[in-house]
Structures are given as C-alpha cells and as structure tokens.
C-alpha cells in the first residue's frame, strides 16, 4: 500500500484561497482523474471550493492501469466491510493533510464518492470525529457486516450525522438500485439527514440530471448557516 495518497487537483475560481473542500472517491478500476472532471462542471455552483481526487492505494487487479481502494473477489461476503476498514486510515490522513493544506476545518470538508468510493465516503465520513459538510454518494452501498450483532456494533462507530446525498442509476447491473434504499433506511434510522434521487434508465454511471442534484446538494450544504 502506498504511504500517502495524491491525485489531480482544481484550484477555486478566480484564485482566491478555498473557501471549501471537495474530495472526489474514485470507483473500482478507475483512478482520481476518472472523477475530477465533475469539479469542473461544479465551479459555476461552487466558485469558492478547491477539488481533488486522489489515486486509490492499489494498483487493481482487474485493470491493469486502474486502481482499488480494496480488491473484490465476491467470495467473502465481508470482503468490502474488511477492505474499508484497511482503507480508512490512509483515506483519514489524506483529508486531514488536504484540510490543513488549505486551512479549513472539517465543517467545509464534502466527500464524494462513486461506486467503491461512495463506500469509502460514507465509512470514513460517518466516523471523523469531526464530521463533513455532507457526503454525496453515487452508485455505492452503505457497508456493514454480514453478522447483525457485528453490523450494530458497526453501527454505533458512527460519531458523525452529515447531510446525504444517495443517487442511483435505475438500471444498475454493477450494485443494484436496492443498495440506494437499503443505506437511506439504515441512515435514516440513524437520525443522519438522507436525501435520495433515482436515475430512470440508468445503468453504473452518473447522468446529468444526478450531476445537478449533486452539485445544488452541496451548494446547499456549504452555506453559512444562521
């Protein structure tokens, strides 16, 4: 595993210091170059926020040129809820060294995630202590245990109630719609605010209409409150 991660990055608009920071969780076989691209769609709605989307730690083992934040093999059932926990502390250090660099707290952090990144968003932004502006999650799951008394253990790891967003192609093939569902009731029971949108004839990807959602999710996200 590599010892730090790093990845392409978009400054904010007109170069002014960053008012906020958005962290791009690349999927399954892709890289941080996969994702940044949505930063540049995003600046007109978020002129103030610095992007980045690091490399995962892994070369993957199904593309020769992309990487893994963890190897899947679907023959162990706990295989992602093993392969997060593994990921974690490098994903930690990295938002905690990106947050420093721009000298924001952790209020005006947002993480997201597509596929196995939306993994990673959510097990490590649900558990900082100090907890993001909000999680945008596309095409992903909420990974727990397979045991239930293990998943409530897991779930009382939870320290950090962000704002959700959950978007979900209708036609997924990869990690079925059901996965959208199954994490916003689990949410939700967690007193964490859950918004959802379903993409109508989508398969494992991300169109326009759940771009917008995403970008207007974090607008809202990163204003001033009071």
Request: aromatic share 6%; proline share 9%.
């Amino acid at each position: 595993m590599a010892a730090s991660l790093d990845g392409p990055r978009i400054p904010p608009r007109g170069g002014k210091p960053a008012q906020q920071l958005v962290v791009f969780l690349h999927g399954y076989g892709a890289d941080g170059n996969d994702l940044i691209a949505l930063g540049q769609q995003w600046q007109s709605i978020l002129p103030e926020a610095a992007f980045v989307s690091p490399h995962a730690p892994e070369p993957c083992a199904q593309a020769p040129v992309g990487r893994q934040w963890f190897p899947l093999t679907f023959r162990d059932p706990d295989e992602r809820w093993q392969g997060v926990i593994k990921a974690a502390p490098l994903l930690n250090a990295f938002l905690d060294e990106e947050l420093a660099r721009h000298s924001l707290p952790s209020d005006r952090l947002a993480l997201v995630g597509f596929s196995q990144g939306t993994m990673m968003a959510l097990h490590v932004g649900l558990r900082r202590a100090a907890g993001p502006a909000a999680i945008v999650g596309y095409s992903g799951m909420l990974v727990l245990p397979s045991d239930k008394a293990a998943a409530q253990a897991a779930v009382r790891e939870i320290r950090a109630r962000p704002p959700v967003l959950l978007v979900h192609g209708e036609r997924d093939d990869l990690i079925p719609a059901q996965s959208l569902f199954m994490a916003a009731q689990t949410l939700g029971a967690l007193d964490i605010p859950v918004e959802w949108h379903l993409s109508p004839g989508i398969g494992h990807g991300i169109d326009a209409e759940g771009l917008r959602h995403g970008g207007e999710f974090l607008s809202r996200a990163f204003r001033p409150r009071g």
